[in-house]
């Protein structure tokens, strides 16, 4: 994926499917972040995309590059939009109840 579907990607939380060497095709619930680095010592012109993806069970984040990643086209037909809001309702729970800890 290029940088502006990373974007769109993390901001829709859209699931992707990304290729792991070893592993094959696997699927994550959306994009949690993503990461730019200057290349190395002797590539330093270079930038490399690095994307965080977080599994479905929600307890782990997959990083690799960007051009492992792509849309979940079907996944995507078949989550409603209720999911991103029921996840956005979580982090507002969440913020209150961090906030009640700090008063």
């Given at each position: 994926?290029?940088?502006?579907?990373?974007?769109?990607?993390?901001y829709?939380?859209?699931?992707?499917?990304?290729?792991?060497?070893?592993?094959?095709?696997?699927?994550?619930?959306?994009?949690d972040?993503?990461?730019?680095?200057?290349?190395?010592?002797?590539?330093?012109?270079r930038?490399?995309?690095?994307?965080?993806?977080?599994?479905?069970?929600?307890?782990?984040?997959?990083?690799?590059?960007?051009?492992?990643?792509?849309?979940?086209?079907?996944?995507?037909?078949?989550?409603?939009?209720?999911?991103?809001?029921?996840?956005?309702?979580?982090?507002?729970?969440?913020?209150m109840?961090?906030?009640?800890?700090?008063?």
């Amino acid at each position: 994926m290029t940088g502006e579907e990373l974007k769109e990607a993390l901001y829709t939380r859209c699931p992707v499917i990304a290729h792991i060497k070893g592993a094959g095709d696997m699927r994550y619930k959306y994009v949690d972040s993503i990461i730019y680095k200057r290349g190395g010592f002797l590539d330093h012109y270079r930038v490399i995309l690095t994307v965080g993806l977080m599994d479905y069970n929600g307890h782990s984040i997959t990083y690799t590059a960007a051009k492992n990643v792509r849309k979940d086209e079907e996944a995507q037909k078949n989550t409603a939009d209720a999911d991103t809001s029921t996840a956005h309702k979580k982090m507002i729970e969440r913020t209150m109840s961090f906030a009640d800890i700090i008063a």
